[in-house]
Nanobody, 113 residues
Framework: QVSLVESGGGFVQAGGSLRLSCVASRRIFGTMGWYRQAPGKQRELVADMSSGGITNYADSVKGRFTISRDNAKKTVNLQMNNLKPEDTAVYYC?????????WGQGTQVTVSS
């Protein structure tokens, strides 16, 4: 069992930046990703990174968000720049590996216009 704890969410004005962090209770394997869910909408992929370093971004965040991971520190980060009101959501960290699927509890990001 792995626990994932997110931090770094908050309230920011449009155009601002936030950096989300996710710390795992155990060494991270497989694919680490960030997802988000806005009120009334389905949870969606924001960005993920495979164990080999291959990244995948939602079109809506390309060029603005950057995912990174530090396996030694058991962390995965999401640098979010030029935030927009439509980025407002609860952001979740996810780890998928060896058939297991773990989620964090989420952190709220609110972007005002």
């Amino acid at each position: 069992q792995v626990s994932l704890v997110e931090s770094g969410g908050g309230f920011v004005q449009a155009g601002g930046s936030l950096r989300l962090s996710c710390v795992a209770s155990r060494r991270i394997f497989g694919t680490m990703g960030w997802y988000r869910q806005a009120p009334g909408k389905q949870r969606e992929l924001v960005a993920d990174m495979s164990s080999g370093g291959i990244t995948n971004y939602a079109d809506s965040v390309k060029g603005r968000f950057t995912i990174s991971r530090d396996n030694a520190k058991k962390t995965v980060n999401l640098q979010m720049n030029n935030l927009k009101p439509e980025d407002t959501a609860v952001y979740y960290c996810r780890q998928t590996s060896f058939g297991n699927d773990y989620w964090g509890q989420g952190t709220q990001v609110t972007v005002s216009s």
